[in-house]
């Protein structure tokens, strides 16, 4: 069984961020990258899969040069082999569409079974570059998945829903799949694992490869301006009867500051 996973590196946890001169978003300078983490649990899925069926898993990124850093610890902990999107063109690919346009015409020629991709990425967060791939390559999909069981031509999952409940589906082969954090424990590159990964391949690709332009990456959502949220103090009094003022509180405090 082959399985695509696709990996985004984002800014570290704790991170000072700082908004750019153009308030468009962060400011990178001096800040540190590491893998977002539902995409480390659909890294950690997948290998799982390929421990328990063979097969490969090829890991897929885009960005920078940094961004190899967070491909090679993939390398390290079992991937097989990654494929590297890097151009200065594709620097314009940066909301859901471009990207899932992207990732899919890199993908066009790949042989897999499955693709995962993490719930959400930590920084956009938007949740929504999975199910585009998806739509793109023409393939059957499922989000917030807790659980996998491949089958024979199909794929049986069980996905979270709202207020503890859980759903079991299943998918026709090949699928995507966006994996939920906590599916499972992630496990670290050993010794053996991150030396074996400067032997395996990195296979950078280039606008030319897959045939698209900047205008083919043209973003359908611009940001138009990144702020720091604006801290306001209030003081209100409650009066009345002791009976009528704790109903008030309680209302307020369920309703306006959302704390119970």
Not at 14 to 37: F, G, H, P, T, V
Not at 40 to 47: F, M, Q, S
Not at 198 to 208: L, S
Request: hydrophobic share 45%; aromatic share 6%; proline share 3%.
């Amino acid at each position: 069984m082959n399985i695509v996973v696709c990996l985004k590196q984002v800014p570290k946890k704790d991170s000072i961020l700082r908004i750019a001169a153009a308030q468009k978003w962060i400011d990178d300078r001096d800040i540190s990258y590491e893998m977002s983490e539902a995409d480390a649990y659909a890294l950690e899925e997948a290998l799982r899969q390929k421990e328990k069926h063979g097969g490969e898993v090829i890991v897929i990124s885009l960005g920078p040069e940094r961004v190899r850093q967070s491909i090679k610890e993939a390398l390290a902990k079992g991937a097989d082999r990654a494929i590297h999107l890097h151009d200065s063109i594709f620097d314009s690919a940066v909301d859901a569409a471009a990207v899932a346009r992207l990732l899919a015409a890199a993908l066009k020629d790949e042989k897999y079974d499955l693709i995962f991709t993490g719930l959400q990425s930590d920084d956009y967060g938007f949740a929504q570059v999975g199910l585009i791939l998806a739509e793109t390559l023409g393939l059957a999909s499922a989000t917030i998945v807790m659980e996998v069981q491949p089958q024979e031509g199909s794929v049986r999952v069980k996905r979270e829903l709202e207020s503890g409940w859980f759903q079991w589906v299943k998918l026709p082969m090949p699928a995507l799949l966006t994996i939920q954090s906590g599916i499972n424990q992630l496990r670290y590159a050993t010794l053996k694992g991150i030396m074996a990964a400067k032997k395996k391949e990195i296979r950078e690709v280039k606008a030319a490869d897959v045939g698209l332009t900047a205008d083919d990456l043209k973003p359908a959502q611009v940001i138009e301006r990144a702020y720091l949220p604006e801290k306001t103090k209030r003081t209100e009094f409650i009066e009345g009867k002791p009976a009528e003022a704790a109903a008030k509180l309680i209302e307020k405090l369920r309703f306006d500051a959302r704390v119970i």
